[in-house]
């Protein structure tokens, strides 16, 4: 991969970070990064490299439009993610580059004749399974709190720990205040990956662990230490459900908005005057201004937060959905468009079939509400305003007359499902 320069100058490509370690733990990967020592930014031009963005040292590759860096050293020069001065120049070293990095599964690098360059011991971490920091200034940028619990949870399956001494800097960063200057959009991507891991309930968990939930989510970090009625909730505390729940909706969905609603759909239970514990009376309903406060600082996506509320709101009334009167089952399906946005329903019932799952004991049970509701559903989906208007019925009465048809619906399929 080296590469002669008009100036005598070699230019040396590694290939670095994610493509290396996943393919020494044996994954595959679609993204391949590289760090350039050896040349300057005019020199990447030159080769036909095209810079991104104005001021920062990456090049895309003319034909690949692979990534491509510059080896660089950073000084920290004020708060949070921003405050770095980035030195890219030909006479940072390999080396130097690596030790500016998060983790050493992180910081192996590799020749184009597959050799590894690994000056902090990676490799021996990947085989211990073990995430560790490369150095201490690990704590100039707070951001690696979140990237550390993601990779936690994406190993999790392998069994990977956070070494004692990066655990210790994770809770000095998380006491500093500095994550509170993480931009949301920061915290949301890292959230986001996290979420799509097979196992989102490590992520939170860490950062629970280390103070970092209280800093960015304190609405969730509430829930730690909050009994429920030992009754329903064996585990009784109401965090400790609250990742099992999540852990519960993993298995059920790959989709982010599932297991984000699952993740807050307890919310309004952190809240709960102390005088009504361990029941938690009304908490579908103190919920929503809590993941609606969440929602807008971490700018959640639209798609994440509307079925987070509606999961909130409706999760007690689904779980006694056998119990309804028809006209409610039809409040509730009109509350979430199901006739516009049918798949809704069933994001909906994987949720509260986690909550059920997400309690020891209960992991197998069935939700025999699921079924029930999807019965009622497709009943009232048969019913089109097309059929009302058959009937002669026009102007503002066909929504009336939709309406009733949808009740006689839902009521003869509650009839059927008795007979
Ligand atoms: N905030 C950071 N602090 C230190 N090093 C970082 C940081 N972000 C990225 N890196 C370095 O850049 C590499 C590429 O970053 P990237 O975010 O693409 O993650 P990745 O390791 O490739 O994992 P993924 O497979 O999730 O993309 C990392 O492996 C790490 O070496």
Redesign the pocket.
Known sequence: MAKKQQSGKRVQIYL????V??ELLGYP?T?R?YVVVGASPAQMLELGYQQVGKDFPVFLHPKTKEEYALARTERKAGSG?TGFNVYAAPDVTLEQD?A????T???IAKTADGALIDPFGGVKDLQARLLRH?SSA?VE?P??VL?VA??YA?YAHLGFQVAPETLALLQQLSGSGELQTLSAERVWIETA?ALSTGTPAAYFKLLQQCGALQALMPELAALWGVPQPEKWHPEIDTGVHTLLVLAQAAKLSEKIEVRFASLVHDLGKGITPTDLLPSHHGHEHTGLPLIQQLCERLRVPNSCRELALLVCEYHQLVHRAQELKASTVLKFFNAIDLWRKPERLNDILLCCTADLRGRTGFEQAEYAQAAYLQQLAEAALQVTAQQVMALGITGPAIKEALNQARLNAINTARRDEWR
């Open positions: 670095v970070g994610g493509a370690r996943d990967f993204e990064d993610y690596l500016r990095r998060d983790l599964i992180n910081a490369v690990f940028d951001l690696r990237r993601r990779f994406r990956k």
